[in-house]
């Protein structure tokens, strides 16, 4: 009988053995549905962290559809915009200050030479000595003060083709690449 208890054959070893294997089949199938429900439950926070991303992500395109002034190249367009205008601006003023010098000591000029002619004309008026030749001088003269008064000498707008305003242009990488 020594050997019947020993004999893996035996009835009484094959039932002790049975619900260990059982246990352990249990044990592992507990163990691997835990790991499943943290992972589904991982799983489920990732999609919800998805969700809440691409919520904010339509919320911040709703505010860029209505707020197209205040985007970063929309404003730097508008800072070059004013820039050039502010620029153009101070030319137009600089060369209208200049012009009116240039028109007032043009005037100036006009006036002292024609005091000087006034005197000459009275002079050769008054003496009773002129001939044909101071005649057409003074005309001369009289018409080149009317010349000059009319379109100053020397006076007139150059415009240049070369850009004092940087040109902008809008890049997209479409363009860069291919």
């Not at 835990?34 to 969700?51: C, D, F, G, R, S």
């Not at 008026?125 to 003060?145: A, G, P, S, T, V």
């Not at 379109?151 to 363009?175: D, G, M, Y």
């Amino acid at each position: 009988m020594a050997t019947a208890a020993i004999n893996p054959n035996n009835a009484l070893y094959a039932k002790k053995r049975k619900p260990t294997y059982i246990h352990a089949k249990a044990a592992q199938k507990n163990f691997v549905r835990k790991i499943y429900q943290n992972i589904i439950q991982e799983h489920v926070l990732e999609l919800e962290k998805i969700a809440t991303d691409c919520d904010t992500f339509q919320q911040n395109i709703s505010e860029q559809e209505k707020d197209l002034y205040h985007r970063s190249l929309v404003k730097q367009v508008n800072e070059w915009e004013r820039d050039s205008i502010t620029k153009i601006k101070q030319i137009a003023e600089d060369c209208r200050r200049k012009l009116i010098k240039l028109t007032d000591d043009n005037i100036a000029e006009i006036k002292k030479k024609l005091n000087q002619f006034i005197t000459d004309f009275k002079k050769i008026r008054d003496d009773d000595d002129f001939h044909e030749i101071h005649l057409n001088k003074l005309r001369l003269l009289l018409e080149e003060l009317k010349k000059r008064l009319q379109q100053p000498l020397n006076v007139s707008i150059l415009e240049k083709r070369t850009s004092f305003i940087n040109k902008i242009s809008i890049i997209t990488k479409a363009s860069i690449s291919g």
